[in-house]
């Protein structure tokens, strides 16, 4: 199965700019993989993919908005437009608003499960549509510990880190047979004190 570590991969990889996204588009270019990175501050990343680009690494950046279907439809053109076929997903999109439940209005709840949860299940449709036609590939979305273990001041994120877990399972189930695979990684940021 194409994974981000195949020089096979042209990959998608969103929330590309900063952290455990970006290290992993470099290091996957540096090993021979296609990667389009996406992100809503693309322009943070854009001197980064240019000197990925000196170097004869195959790793570009669009502008990405997370909740827009239509964009993603454009994202996966553009994307296959310069690589091929996209063999693998990698989805790290999310945001949080650190309000207690009784501060958070429904439109901010909302807010972040559009981008979080609805997000994800477009990245996923998108791709799953055209990893079908293409015999294929591997899905990966970041998920969170607090799936399992919840802080304060998380109301919205929680719940949409749980269901992309159950997502990334019914998707992984359902499409085996496709020869796709799903999984869900809880990514875990490091502190160095606890939070409660």
Known sequence: MTNLSDKRARAIVTGAVTGL??????????????????????????????SFCEQGLKLAIVAHDAADADQWKSDFHQAESLF???????????????????????????????????????????????????????????????????????????????AIANLTKVAAIHYAANDMTSASIPYIRARSKPIC
């Open 21 to 50: 996204c970006a290290a992993s588009a470099e290091a996957s270019a540096r090993r021979g993989a296609s990667v389009m990175m996406a992100d809503v501050s693309a322009e943070l990343g854009e001197a980064t993919a240019a």
């Open 84 to 162: 091929g076929t996209v063999n693998v997903l990698v989805n790290n999109t999310g945001i949080n608003l650190a309000k207690t439940i009784e501060d958070l209005s429904a439109h901010e709840f909302r807010q972040v499960i559009e981008i979080n949860l609805i997000g994800c299940f477009l990245d996923v449709k998108k791709a799953i549509q055209r990893m079908k036609k293409a015999g294929g590939g591997s899905i990966v979305n970041i998920a969170s510990n607090s799936t399992q273990n919840v802080v304060p001041l998380t109301a919205p994120y929680c719940p949409a880190k749980a």
